[in-house]
Every structure is written in structure tokens, then in C-alpha cells.
């Protein structure tokens, strides 16, 4: 089975400094990850998704994650943040060439942007 | 291209009540999954159905069940409401079942149980 590891329940940052959201998983078979975001009473938007190739994956608002297969993880960074990126952040995975996708999600980061 | 709906948006219920949640989903997708998530916790996984058929389920008892209708809309029924009900419940659409294909949310139903 897989599982989702976010260490971090709230993150807490200023206005234009960098951060980083961890995400650790577990699993014996390969897996897809994907980082997604939800806004105060909103449902869930996808913010990057890592399938196959290259580790580094980007996202048009300037969030980027890489997928380390070593250490397990698919941590979020952005070098900047604004306001507007305040949200909740949840990580989540499912089991690759499987005949389901599934998601199964961490419990989330609150990301606090501060000015 | 209209986005994954539900209804209703917000649903007031007593325990030992009985609820039915709808999801409409994107056009041109035939898998719905529906995910229940309580205050403060990432979103857990109900079941799935893939053109009408229950595909996987999640670890919820029995008195949650589903349907998915010829048009791929869906509903989640619930029966004897308990309070560990009360939770935000999202239906998520897709093309299809393989984990590549991307899974879009709806905004929600927001269930309490007094």
C-alpha cells in the first residue's frame, strides 16, 4: 500500500522569501505524484503532476518539485511567494500502471503568507 | 467545456439521517471518484466508478454507496448519518482509469451532521 508523509502542517513565511513544502511517500511499486492546491472553500486544483522523465517539474505560477526516487520525496519550492499563495497544499500519489487512479493524499500544509 | 459540479453546495443533517450527494461530471469523462475529507485532514478515497461500474473502494462501511448514471454523473449516498459524517465530500472526474489521467475536482459539498 501506499502512504503520504507531510511533516509540515502549517508553514509560515513572508511575503517575496522562499519555500519549501515537504513530501515524503512510501511505496514497493512505482508511483505517480502530484502536489495539489485548495483555496479557502474551493475544491482541489492541480498545481504539478510527475509521471516519467525528468525529475524536475514546474508549474505556470512559478512552484517547482522534483521528484527524488533515493529519498522518497516530492518536495514543493518556490523561490518567491505572494499573498495570493496562501492556501492549503496537499501532496498526493497513486500507484503507477495500476487499474485505478486513485489518490491518496498527505494532510495537507498550510502555506501562511505574510506581507 | 463546463467543470465538475455538485450539489447541493452546503447540507445541514441529523444523525441517523439518510443523504444523497450529486456530482456532475467534465464532459467527456467517464470516471468519477468521490473523496471525503474532515476538517483539518487531506481528502480520503470512497470509491470510483468507471462507465457505471463501482471500480475500487476505499475503507468507508457499507451505508456509503454509490451509482454512476449513462451520462457518467454520480451520486454518493450515505445512510444512517453518524457525526464522524460531517466533512467537506469532493467527486473528482477523468478520461479514464490509468494514473496518468488527471482527476478534476469539484468545488464540494460540505456535509454537517447535528
Known amino acids: 500500500a501506499q502512504s503520504v508523509t507531510q511533516l509540515d502542517s502549517q508553514v509560515p513565511v513572508f511575503e517575496e522569501a522562499p519555500v519549501e513544502l515537504r513530501c515524503n511517500y512510501s511505496?514497493?511499486?512505482?508511483?505517480?505524484l502530484f502536489w495539489y492546491v485548495q483555496y479557502p472553500n474551493q475544491g482541489l486544483q492541480l498545481l504539478l503532476k510527475?509521471?516519467?522523465?525528468?525529475?524536475l517539474v514546474e508549474s505556470i505560477n512559478g512552484f517547482e518539485a522534483e521528484f527524488n526516487k533515493s529519498q522518497t520525496s516530492f518536495h514543493l519550492r518556490k523561490p518567491s511567494v505572494h499573498i495570493s499563495d496562501t492556501a492549503e497544499y496537499f501532496c498526493?500519489?497513486?500507484?503507477?500502471?495500476?487499474?485505478?487512479?486513485?489518490?491518496?493524499f498527505g494532510t495537507g500544509t498550510l502555506l501562511a503568507v505574510q506581507p | 467545456e463546463t467543470g465538475v459540479t455538485q450539489s447541493p453546495t452546503h447540507l445541514i443533517k441529523t444523525r441517523g439521517q439518510q443523504v444523497t450527494l450529486r456530482c456532475s461530471s467534465q464532459?467527456?469523462?467517464?470516471?468519477v471518484s468521490w473523496y471525503q475529507q474532515a476538517l483539518g485532514q487531506g481528502p480520503q478515497f470512497i470509491f470510483q466508478?468507471?462507465?457505471?461500474?463501482?471500480?475500487g473502494r476505499g475503507n468507508f462501511p457499507p451505508r456509503f454507496s454509490g451509482l454512476q448514471f449513462p451520462n457518467y454523473s454520480s451520486e454518493l449516498n450515505v445512510n444512517a448519518l453518524e457525526l464522524d459524517d460531517s466533512a467537506l465530500y469532493l467527486c473528482a472526474s477523468s478520461w479514464g482509469l490509468a494514473g496518468e489521467y488527471e482527476q478534476y475536482f469539484g468545488p464540494g459539498t460540505r456535509l454537517t451532521v447535528t
Open positions: 466508478y468507471y462507465r457505471e461500474e463501482e471500480n
Open positions: 498526493a500519489v497513486v500507484r503507477g500502471g495500476g487499474a485505478t487512479n486513485k489518490l491518496i
Open positions: 510527475y509521471l516519467s522523465g525528468s525529475t
Open positions: 511505496s514497493s511499486v512505482s508511483v505517480y
Open positions: 464532459s467527456g469523462h467517464n470516471t
